[in-house]
């Protein structure tokens, strides 16, 4: 629930920590790897599904291909800053929970790798370096900016007190679907809130597939989520979602006038969503993992999709 992308778990085998140096992050002075491992900058498939509803945006509505590169570049960086963030406000909402269990008890809060003092600091730096990318673009974007902080606060104490957490950071994730279509058009109407609204059931589905990895622990130490929710009546809940995500994406095609090349290019990402729903196993950690990965590659066809309707 926390959007690292692995959870360190595999099917058949004990919990173990799910933080270690490794890739490029191994390859950084050692006063540096706490702070990367905080930020999860290890494991950037939480930036690609933060990104992507942004990439939706601009491949759908971006007046030119100059604009929208630009566009997704400060895009690029701006994902990853508040992602890392993002890690940061939860792991210091989560660090006494993180300590009882063994795949978290190794973060660098829970571990003790950085103070909650030097934490705050670095928050503050990442949420300056946040907003120096935020106003380079208009100050509609601006505005939806400082209020995508508002459930960005709200999500760690979500899951806390409502089974619904995930639908919370889907209010989050889905941010730079509102935001991309902004930063592109300078307004927010019809497509840009349809595509608002595929994205948010998108991850909604998706991160209770990701909850299922620690439906266990987290009934252990009291987190609350869709996954323990609906359990066994899982299937049914994400079938729904995920159709309601191609609807609404189509719905948001056909606000935006794409051309007839939209409609064929949509069936792939419908066909990778509909694979999620058959293939799903709760008792199946890895699985899980792979499915709720495979959003990557899902999120991109829909990309493709949006380019493909402005052939």
Not at 19 to 26: D, K, L
Not at 133 to 139: V, Y
Not at 244 to 253: D, F, I, Q, R, T
């Amino acid at each position: 629930m926390d959007m690292s992308g692995s959870r360190g778990t595999e099917a058949g085998t004990a919990p173990h920590t799910d933080i270690r140096a490794r890739g490029w992050v191994a390859h950084l002075p050692a006063s540096w790897q706490a702070y990367a491992l905080l930020m999860r900058l290890d494991r950037p498939i939480g930036v690609w599904l933060l990104l992507l509803p942004g990439l939706w945006a601009f491949a759908m509505a971006a007046p030119d291909w100059g604009t929208g590169l630009w566009l997704t570049l400060l895009f690029v960086l701006g994902a990853t800053i508040m992602r890392g963030a993002g890690c940061v406000v939860n792991d210091l909402w989560d660090r006494e929970l993180d300590k009882k269990v063994s795949r978290t008890a190794g973060r660098p809060l829970a571990s003790g790798a950085v103070s909650v003092k030097q934490a705050v600091v670095f928050l503050a730096v990442l949420l300056l370096l946040g907003l120096v990318i935020l106003l380079q673009l208009n100050w509609l974007c601006v505005i939806l900016g400082v209020v995508s902080l508002v459930p960005v606060a709200l999500y760690p104490a979500a899951k806390r007190v409502t089974d619904w957490p995930q639908a919370v950071l889907g209010l989050t994730f889905s941010w730079a679907a509102l935001e991309g279509y902004a930063a592109a058009t300078g307004r927010l109407d019809g497509p840009g809130i349809a595509l608002y609204a595929a994205a948010f059931l998108w991850i909604l589905a998706y991160d209770t597939i990701y909850a299922h990895q620690d439906r266990e622990d987290d009934i252990m130490v009291g987190i609350r989520s869709t996954a323990r929710h609906f359990g066994e009546r899982t299937r049914p809940f994400l079938a729904v979602c995920y159709g309601g995500v191609v609807l609404l994406l189509a719905l948001a095609g056909y606000l935006a006038d794409m051309g007839p090349w939209f409609w064929p290019v949509l069936l792939a990402p419908a066909a990778m969503l509909a694979w999620q729903v058959t293939r799903l196993d709760i008792h199946d950690p890895a699985l899980c993992l792979r499915l709720f990965q495979s959003n990557r590659e899902t999120g991109l066809l829909v990309v493709l999709a949006f380019l493909a309707g402005r052939l």
